[in-house]
């Protein structure tokens, strides 16, 4: 079955740096675009960036500071944050739409607060 799992979320300063990860199994990882979402307390989800083979695309507000990346060998995609601000603070979840559906991660909190 589709496993989507996120990590390496935590507490950071503004202006510092986080890694997330994504382990995925149960597809063709290498054949899909991956995605990163982001939900902040009290309002909705919205998409972050994506990557599909060798292209990644960027929401406005993380053009610069975020970088998403993939490793087909190892099914992970990876979003490396950097100076970040405390309006990135938010659940942040790893997506992939399959012909069988959308399957999402459980989440993985990042605060930005000093």
């Known amino acids: 079955q589709v496993q989507i799992v996120e990590s390496g979320g935590g507490l950071v300063q503004p202006g510092g740096s986080l890694r997330l990860s994504c382990a995925a199994s149960g597809f063709t990882f290498r054949n899909y675009p991956m995605r990163w979402y982001r939900q902040a307390p009290g309002q909705e989800r919205e998409w972050v960036a994506s990557?599909?083979?060798?292209?990644?695309n960027y929401a406005d507000f993380v053009k610069g500071r975020f970088t998403v990346s993939r490793d087909n060998a190892k099914n992970t995609v990876n979003l490396q944050m950097n100076s970040l601000k405390p309006e990135d603070t938010g659940v942040y979840y790893c997506?992939?739409?399959?012909?069988?559906?959308?399957?999402w991660g459980q989440g993985t909190q990042v605060t930005v607060a000093s």
């Open positions: 990557t599909a083979g060798p292209y990644a």
């Open positions: 997506n992939v739409d399959l012909p069988q559906g959308q399957y």
